[in-house]
């Protein structure tokens, strides 16, 4: 049997948790008088409005966020024998360029420092300080490739600042690709608060988590497509979060609407590049983490059952009962991968771990 394996599960390392609390615009963590034995943790866009009352502005934050013992507790209450911890969002992208550098070796050691603790069970992708400048990028993406539990980078949608179709991010993807290092895209900014509407105060994080983070996702993997950042980087590999977001789905009418382009007609960029199909089955792998079987089989259909990794979000979206036992966004995650591989099991393992262990190279 091939182990269980969580390839997108979060924590906010005790340097990071630092980082945070000692700050007062997002992100950030804090008290808030009216509540003042929770903490909450502010971070994403558009959370902080101050008309809405404390305790319903980001989300609590106990020690499951960064305390590792609470991880192996929940990897062992769910069956999980390995993960692999990323920072959760927004990782460095919003410190100073001159800051950035040096929190990024801090943080990443941390991370190590806290897999080392676990032999076997604990991996990482990185995290890149992305508001410096290349050389220093790229100077923690060779030191990253050194350290023991390090299998990869956790990167968002901004890059640079300007997108990952920026070409001044062609020295980061080299140094990416030349050291065999993953990229893990995964979403943070959403979209414009104002596709929310007026009444978007209403509808709690249904909006932003459920449509503004895959689209996110879309639209940044089909902007590097776009880029011909593949048809420079063949080698580049590339795991999306939440299933690739709407990409899988997309794909075809993203083909289509390429082909039928005028404007990338002319410029000859409709013929010598390598199509979505193709990058979707060598440079991108996808996370399991969609809950239901329509977006798995999704995914199936669009990278293949070998290109997909199980993942939970953990510790985002806990249960919302104090007294429940197991995690149902988890449980909805294993049973979609039951019945899409109903009586083949081989390829369930595969999607259970056995992926991971391959392509992250998981043998201790
Ligand atoms: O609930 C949330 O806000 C999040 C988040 O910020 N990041 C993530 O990975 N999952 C859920």
Same mark, same amino acid.
């Given at each position: ?8 599960? %979060?924590?906010?390392?005790? @340097?990071? &948790? ?56 929940? &990897?062992?209450? #769910? ?12 990782? /460095? ?15 990443? +050691? ?10 076997? !069970? ?45 070409? @001044? ?6 140094? /990416?690709?030349?050291?065999?290092? /993953?990229?893990?895209? #995964?979403? #943070? ?15 709690? %994080?249904?909006?932003?988590?459920? &449509? ?19 048809? !420079? ?18 794909? *075809? ?13 002319? #410029?000859?960029?409709?013929? @010598? ?37 199980? *993942? ?12 429940? &036992? ?6 909805? +995650?294993?049973?979609?991968?039951? @019945? ?25």
């Amino acid at each position: 049997m091939a182990p269980i394996v969580d390839i997108h599960t %979060h924590v906010y390392p005790p @340097k990071y &948790m630092e980082l945070l609390r000692s700050r007062t615009t997002v992100p950030y963590v804090r008290e808030f008088p009216d509540a003042p034995d929770s903490s909450r943790l502010i971070i994403l866009p558009g959370e902080d409005d101050p008309s809405m009352p404390s305790t319903s502005r980001g989300r609590p934050i106990g020690s499951e966020y960064f305390d590792i013992k609470q991880k192996i507790a929940f &990897m062992d209450q #769910h069956k999980i024998d390995k993960s692999v911890i990323s920072l959760a969002n927004p990782w /460095l992208d919003f410190l100073p360029a001159e800051e950035a550098g040096q929190k990024a070796v801090e943080i990443n +050691n941390d991370v190590n420092e806290q897999c080392e603790l676990y032999p076997g !069970r604990l991996y990482f992708f990185g995290t890149l300080p992305l508001s410096s400048d290349t050389d220093t990028i790229v100077k923690e993406i060779e030191r990253l490739s050194t350290l023991k539990r390090a299998r990869g980078v956790i990167l968002g949608t901004s890059g640079l600042g300007s997108g990952l179709d920026d070409p @001044k991010l062609d020295p980061v993807y080299a140094a /990416l690709q030349k050291h065999n290092q /993953l990229i893990f895209l #995964h979403p #943070h900014y959403g979209l414009p608060t104002s596709v929310y509407g007026p009444r978007a105060s209403e509808y709690g %994080h249904v909006l932003p988590l459920a &449509m503004g983070f895959p689209l996110e996702t879309t639209i940044a993997v089909t902007r590097m497509l776009l880029s011909g950042v593949w048809d !420079r980087f063949t080698g580049l590999n590339v795991l999306l979060a939440h299933s690739g977001g709407t990409l899988p789905f997309l794909a *075809g009418r993203i083909e289509s609407c390429i082909l039928h382009d005028g404007h990338l007609k002319a #410029h000859g960029k409709t013929e @010598k590049r390598r199509d979505i199909w193709e990058i979707l089955k060598t440079n991108i792998y996808l996370d399991a983490v969609v809950y239901s079987t329509v977006g798995l089989n999704a995914a199936i259909e669009a990278s293949g059952a070998d290109r997909l990794l199980f *993942g939970t979000d953990h510790p985002f979206f806990p249960p919302l009962e104090a007294d429940a &036992m197991e995690w149902h966004s988890v449980n909805a +995650n294993y049973t979609a991968i039951s @019945k899409s591989f109903s009586g083949e099991d081989e390829k369930a393992q595969g999607v259970l771990g056995g992926n991971a262990v391959r392509i992250l190279k998981l043998e201790d």
